[in-house]
């Protein structure tokens, strides 16, 4: 992953690893970019999902996106996997698919969880990934018996690309972004013919922040499109509560039970304790002492202080006096540096189960990058385009981005010269009012306990606000990080999930 962002908000999901300079940094050009003839490539296959034999059909496809003079902007990649034939489509599901960054390819996802094939890494998250050959499987886990499939890479990702007179502003920004994959969503039904067919949206990171407010904007434009359901992996709807940066209150108390469980898998805290008993005592301690000491601030007493001091390294794992001298306040990339410094390792922020060796054992922060990153990214990178040549004869004469178009992305979520005072991204309340229009509508938010970018706490914390209609909302946890498919008894547990989710009415 490249180096964390100092900015409050693109600090956040860079699971775009190395970004790739070229249409993402929208150059000011004065020639438009030629409009080239759409690529389609249509494969058939046959596997075996949720113990059914099914045939079906996979796509890859670019789709033009059009300005409001219809003029053609942008090329949509995606790979849809479709039953083939689809028969009912009243009775069979869709399911788009995204990631995050922003700027990230839907790569992880189809390669890590919901693609027909998937590449495996060490379960355990210790050997890191190295170098060719990796190991691609069939998924036994598929979901291809229940709901068809649609992956979408956004503009600057994937083979996604600006052409005619599209610019990067069109589409490198919170809103611009949602506005590219409404459009998307609804051409893909209309010309597959699935506007009666159940929907529903999967995304990841950055991708549950696009879901929240995608779902409003499917409502819109004269053209109301109501969705059955939202999963979202690894969320991040409300960026106070997954920023770890100074003065932020919020990230303090979030990021604290995720602290705690990754304390205990490393053996730094809680033993003799099972995990979910130990995160809820935290819990306790973060809602009931914790919170109101943050506020009173500088009116604690010594002995108060010192007691705080205490329980958050009994919590973390951490010296007690390291966290007197820091204020009762961790933020994360000093405990991914902190937790293992005797044994000269730092953390994953991805997930806390990676470990890094680094050369500078005493920097602030972790300086080769995230180790849950670097340690697998390029057997996904290999995979997909392995994946892609041999299986879905898909040969498109430029290079699959696996990052890109988030370098300058855009927060703003007002037009220009209007004011807008900047504060952190929140697409939360989006999600309730669109519940609350659309009461058929449910949502899956899954977390992992040792993700230390988009914390579970904060998952919680975020969903019991915001006007979420909770007694539609499914949570679950997993025993692994921000990607919890990549260690194996997660992967079974997620897809057991997910399927539960999707056919239970």
Partial sequence: MEPMKKSLLGLLFAICFSPVFSQADDPIETTPKPIPKAMVFETLHQGVFGGKTINYKATGKETFLTNGSGDSIATIWSVAYTKNPVGDVTQRPVTFIFNGGPGSASMWLHMGFFGPKVIKVDSDAIEDDGAAPYNLVTNEQGLLDITDLVFIDPVGTGYSRLVGKGKGSDFYGLNEDVASFA???????????????????????YGTTRAAYLGKALEGSGQNMA??????????????????????????????????????????????????????????????????????????????????????????????????????????????????????LAIGRLDGRFMGDEADKMAENPHLGDAASYQISSAYTAAINHYFASDLKIKMGRPYITSGGGSNWRWRTVPDGQYWEPMPVNTAPYLGETMRRNPAMKVMVASGYYDLITPFFDAEYTFARNGIVTDRVTMTYYEAGHMMYTHEPDFVALAKDIREFLTTK
């Avoid at 506020?295 to 007493?301: A, H």
Wanted: aromatic share 14%; glycine share 6%; net charge positive.
């Fill in 183 to 205: 459009q998307f969503i609804r051409t893909w039904v209309t010309e597959n013919q699935r506007w009666f067919s159940p929907k529903y949206l999967a995304g990841e990171s």
């Fill in 227 to 344: 969705l059955n359901g939202m999963i979202l992996i690894s969320q991040a709807l409300d960026y106070a509560g997954s920023t770890s940066i100074h003065h932020n209150m919020t990230s303090y108390i979030t990021y604290l039970p995720s602290m705690a469980a990754t304390a205990w898998y490393h053996k730094k805290a809680g033993q003799g304790k099972r995990l979910e008993d130990f995160v809820e005592e935290c819990r306790r301690f973060t809602y009931s002492t914790y919170t109101p000491a943050l506020y009173k601030g500088n009116l604690l007493s010594a002995t108060e202080k010192d007691a705080i001091a205490e329980k958050l390294a009994y919590f973390t794992g951490l010296d007690k006096t390291y966290i007197i001298h820091s204020d009762l306040r961790i933020l994360m990339g000093r405990f991914q540096k902190k937790l293992l410094e005797d044994e000269g």
